[in-house]
């Protein structure tokens, strides 16, 4: 009887061992990749899990704990949907101190933000005109900007690189207005042999210099045929544009972070201000709402699940920690901190089941150094979210191969086109995608990639290499 046992145990470890080493054995495809873009296997994490699956259909190097980049935003907007709800809105408010009296304001007019992370220009549009229209049309005092709802210690640049005027270097801002930046358009016209700039708003603080040249070459990369430098204070800016523009670019455009954010606000508000027809000469100034303030207004934000698509489809960074601050937040309370947001998010992993000791948060966005999670804890989290009420939502936040966001020019003709819906990420040394893939046999797939490495820009072939094998599994 003990010989018959023995014997059954070793016939089930043949079978259960081409499932181990299928498990953690990289595709052929997937290793050729590799080394074409001379990555070791040692710098990368693969994980692939089938909905519904008992185990991993791959997991090399799954348990090491790197720094994931952009996809990590999936931690973020995944605990905001199920935190906050997807009808969340974020509101800002508008006070008045003085009298107001045939539409002269003989006091301050208060603006106080709660981290509404799309403040853009258009929006804040509509919050002045719905001023205007409550009888407001000459402020006499200062602006006054209530940043309180954020400690000071988040208002900062991430200092990630020496890049400050490009706009996922703009810090968070409980009163965040239009991303601090402005768009800059370029337009050729050729009768002329010029290019015209035009920046998107006009702000009075801004000056631009154009001494750009219109030539006759390919398009291509564009940017690095243009030189363009920023002069940038606290009150004034001057961005310079010079170098050549190739005509067959047609019309491009750019966004840059410029001025300080109390000057920014000014400006902008100053600005609109006139179109709307009203008077404004004071200084925008940071300050608190005191109880003699009256309240003219509560603008409301797009909801959350309208939030979370532009986060995660066009990845943008600041927009993501805005949301992560709002989580510790409505989790303990004003201000807003990194250490009330990660303990917001801890607890609710805690409660989920889900125990990622390795985890570093930094943002919430990605643009970080430090943050760690392996791709076996990252798809664990998407396999939980397949299961949750707001998996619709988040799932339709992801970049659609072939379609849009960061994937619209990504798997253009492959079979996974159209059918993977991937979140991606990059730093430099740094790529990594994560999200699901619905296979040739209609099998939904969690997909999770993650290389550190000085050759991590050459990634871009093997993530296709790895989706595309997961898509043809038989």
Known sequence: MRARWIFLGICLGWLAAPLSVQSAALPGPIVKALAHAGIPESAAAFYVHEIGAARPVLAAGAGRALNPASTIKLLTTYAGLELLG???????????????????????????????????????????????ARGVRDVRGDLVLDRSHFAPETIEATGLDDKPMRPYNTAPDALLLNFKSVRVQFVPVPAARSVRVIPEPALPQVRIVNQIALDRARCGYWEARLVHDLQDGPSAARLRFAGTYPADCGERERYFSVLGPNEYARGLFQLLWRELGGTFSGSGRDGETGPEARLLLTWKSPPLAETVRDINKFSNNVMARQLFLTLGAEAEGPPATTDKSVRAIQRWLSEKGLAFPELVLENGAGLSRIGRITAENLGQLLLTAYRSPVMPELIASLPLAAADGTMKKRLNGAGAAGRAHIKTGSLDDVRAIAGYVLDARGRRMVVVFIVNHRNASRAHPVEDALLDWIFHRS
Not at 106 to 118: E, R, S
Not at 125 to 132: P, Q
């Open 86 to 132: 997807p009808a969340y809105t974020w509101r800002t408010e508008a006070y008045a101190t003085g009298t107001l009296e045939q539409g002269a304001l003989a006091g301050d007019l208060i603006l106080k933000g709660y981290g509404d992370p799309k403040l853009t220009l258009e929006n804040f549009w509509l919050l002045l005109r719905d001023l205007r």
